[in-house]
């Protein structure tokens, strides 16, 4: 089974903290993924990684940014977290490649992030 | 503009009969794929099931059919036989250049589905 784990369920910071958020997964996947998902909006893509120090923007990257020194390893960086910032934070990790077929991404649990 | 739309926030359904959960989306590409997650209360998002845009016929996992319908742009999730255990938040997604290997998954803003016994 493929499994994706985020280090922490439930996250309480301070505005202004540095927060990180870890993901590991153990099936070998070049694509990683960090969404976040707020009510009405669906889950939005913050930034995603398709290989080992390798990364792209996606459509909110405003206030975060992201490392990956590791294949199986992606962490998120809320450089000086913001109330605007609390949210459900989800990772996910696939293969890569037209030659993969469907691609699809398999999700950790959710980080449940809140900045007060 | 949306690129996924599911019109129905929330829904109901009785035990044991069907439902369909709406998902219309828009692209220019010839090659995508349409997903469908569930996301129950422990938050965890679950694949469902998966359709490529080149693929005849409607894709079926178990309980649970795609409709699609190309010209319409709409993709459908079926859920037959509902069971208590399905009621979750449910989302519609794609990702389009699949031929390109096209990274980016865009979501729907989901569908709450509530199954009454």
């Known amino acids: 089974d493929v499994k994706v784990t985020q280090s922490s369920r439930y996250l309480v910071k301070r505005t202004g903290e540095k927060v990180f958020l870890e993901c590991v997964q153990d099936m070998d996947h070049e694509n990683m993924f960090w969404y976040r998902q707020d009510p009405g909006l669906g889950l939005r893509l913050i930034y995603f990684?398709?290989?080992?120090?390798?990364?792209e923007k996606g459509d909110i990257p405003e206030g975060y940014s992201v490392s990956r020194e590791k294949k199986e390893r992606f962490s998120l960086i809320l450089e000086s977290a913001s109330t605007n910032q609390t949210s459900m934070y989800l990772c996910a990790s696939s293969f890569h490649g037209p030659g993969q077929g469907k691609n699809i991404q398999y999700f950790g649990a959710g980080t449940r992030l809140s900045v007060l | 503009a949306q690129k996924i739309t599911q019109t129905q926030p929330g829904m109901f359904v009785q035990e044991k009969e069907a439902v369909t959960l709406d998902c219309t989306y828009d692209?220019?590409?010839?090659?995508?794929?349409l997903f469908w997650y569930k996301q129950p209360s422990s938050g965890e998002m679950i694949f469902l099931i998966y359709?490529?845009?080149?693929?005849?016929q409607n894709a079926t996992e178990g309980r649970y059919s795609l409709n699609f319908q190309k010209a319409r742009k709409s993709a459908n999730l079926v859920i037959s036989a509902s069971q208590l255990g399905d009621s979750a938040m449910y989302f519609c997604?794609?990702?389009?250049?699949?031929?390109?290997?096209?990274?980016?998954?865009?979501f729907g803003a989901g569908t709450r589905l509530f199954v009454k016994a």
């Open positions: 997604a794609m990702r389009e250049g699949l031929n390109t290997g096209g990274f980016k998954t865009i």
């Open positions: 359709q490529g845009s080149y693929d005849e």
């Open positions: 990684s398709y290989d080992v120090k390798m990364k």
């Open positions: 692209t220019s590409d010839q090659s995508y794929g």
